[in-house]
């Protein structure tokens, strides 16, 4: 008797812990993105013999960028939106990267 009734309470807690979970890791309700108008696409580029690294070194710049221009907020590459990267090579063992995007931000409403 005394097993069936640990299993019973630990079946429960099981229950509750996955009935609970995904309140712990949601975000508000009305949380969400921002982004800036379909005109404001921002571009940088990066130059390496690694197309991967150049890309790495583009996107860095394009957070710069943003960073400077709207602030902090905006600069993440993560969540930006309509992300392009075109890459070619440069000559001279090189490729050259080009990203582009447009910035948003991270909102509770």
């Known amino acids: 008797m005394k097993n069936s009734t640990k299993t019973i309470k630990i079946v429960g807690l099981f229950g509750l ?7 712990l890791t949601a975000g508000p309700a009305s949380a969400g993105y921002a982004c800036k108008g379909s005109h404001s696409y921002a571009s940088a580029a990066g130059v390496h013999p690694s197309a991967p690294t150049a890309t790495h070194i583009a996107q860095k710049r394009w957070q710069g960028k943003m960073k400077n221009q709207y602030g902090l907020a905006w600069s993440v590459w993560a969540i930006a939106k309509g992300k392009q990267v075109q890459c070619v090579n440069a000559g001279g063992n090189q ?8 910035p948003c931000k991270y909102v509770v409403g």
């Open 17 to 23: 812990a996955m009935a609970v979970a995904p309140l």
């Open 95 to 102: 490729k050259t990267c080009v990203v582009k995007a447009r």
